[in-house]
C-alpha cells in the first residue's frame, strides 16, 4: 500500500510535546520538563473541603507517592474481609493491593483479603476496571503490575499504541485509518481510543470494593448489601441510575501519584449520601457513593459538590479542571470511545515521500 506520511511536531515553548506520522510509525516524547509535585488551594477547592469538613469524616486517606508501602493490618483472628473465611479454609500468601496495581498502586496493601477473593476480583471486576480506564490511563503514563499500558485495534492488524520512558509514547497509524488527527491551525492534536468490552455495573464494584477494603470494621455492618453485590459474580440490575463524578484536570501530572479518601456523613442528615470514595489517578479524579440501606435517604438527595483533592499542577497554565457525572449501573457490555486533545504552543508539519514497505512504512 502506497500512502504519503505526514510528520507533525506538537510543541509548547521548547518542550517537545508530541510527534505522530500518519501513514507511518509515530512518536510522541515524554515532556521534557516534569513539573514537580506542588499542592495548589485554589478557592473552588478550599469551599468544596470546607464543606466536606463540615459534613464527613474522612476515615482513610492516603497520598500514595513512589517508593512507599503501607500495610493495613488488623488484630485478632484473620478473617477475609469479603468471603468470612479465615486458615485453614483459605491462604493469604498472596500480596492484597487496597488498590489496584492498574491504577499504579504499588504502596498500599492489606492483610485481611483471602487468595481466593483476591484472584476472583481480579479476573473478574477489575477486569472490567482495567478496560474501562486503559485508554487514560495510557495517556498518563500509569504504570500496571509489569509495563506500561500499550493499546491495539481489536486483532492487532490495526493501529498500535505504546509507552516506553526512555523513548516516549509510539503510535503506529495509517491514512486510510488513522487514529490521530492533527488540526495545525488549532495546534492541536487528538487522539481517539475504544475501550475494550466492560460492564459498566462491574466498574462500580471494583470501586465499591476499595471502599469496603478500606473502611473501619466496625462500619462493615452498615454496607451489607454492597459486600454481596460485590461478591456477586453475574452482573445484575441494582436499580439506578448510579451517578459517579469525575473530574478530569489537565496538564502533565505526576504519573506515581495516587491520592483516595474514604468518606463518611458524620450525622444522622440523610439529606447527604452516608458515604463516599473518592481517588485521583492520573489526569482523573473519580468520586463514588457507597450505598448504605440503613444511612441513606430513600430516593434523591441534595446536591452536593465535587470533593476536591488540591492541584498537583498549575490551573492557571495548563487550564482549570473540569467536572461531569456518569452512570456505571448499566449491566449491557460496552466499547465506547475516549476522546483525548492535546494542545500545542507550536506544530511544525512535514512530509516524506511515498511508502510501499508496509501499512506502517
Known sequence: MNSMKKRFRFLWGSTILGQVIIGGVGHIDEAAVEPEPALRLSSDIEKSLRFYFEHYDMVRHHVLKPGEKIVISLDGERLCRFCGKGEPAVSFRNLAHAIPESLGNKALSTTYECDTCNKEFGEGIETHLGHWSKPMRYIARIKGKKRFPQLEESGGKGWKMEYDPKSGFQIKSYEDDPVATVNGEARQLGLTIRRKPYIPLAVLKAFWKMAVTLMPEDELENF??????????????????????????????????????????????????????????????????????????????????????????????????????????????????????????????????????????
Open 224 to 361: 451489607k448489601d454492597v459486600r454481596r453485590w460485590i461478591m456477586t459474580k453475574t452482573h445484575e440490575s441494582i436499580g439506578g441510575p448510579i451517578q459517579v463524578f469525575v473530574g478530569f484536570h489537565p496538564g502533565p501530572m505526576p504519573p506515581g501519584f495516587l491520592g483516595v479518601a474514604l468518606l463518611m456523613r458524620r450525622s444522622a442528615d440523610t439529606r447527604y449520601p452516608y458515604a463516599f470514595i473518592a481517588i485521583r489517578y492520573g489526569n482523573e479524579t473519580f468520586q463514588v457513593p457507597v450505598p448504605s440501606a440503613l444511612n441513606d435517604a430513600q430516593g434523591t438527595s441534595d446536591p452536593i459538590p465535587f470533593f476536591r483533592f488540591p492541584d498537583l499542577v498549575d490551573p492557571n497554565v495548563y487550564g482549570k479542571s473540569k467536572f461531569f457525572q456518569v452512570d456505571l449501573s448499566s449491566i449491557d457490555p460496552m466499547s465506547d470511545p475516549v476522546n483525548v486533545t492535546f494542545q500545542a504552543e507550536t506544530v511544525d508539519s512535514t512530509q516524506h515521500e511515498p511508502t510501499s514497505e508496509n501499512r506502517y512504512g
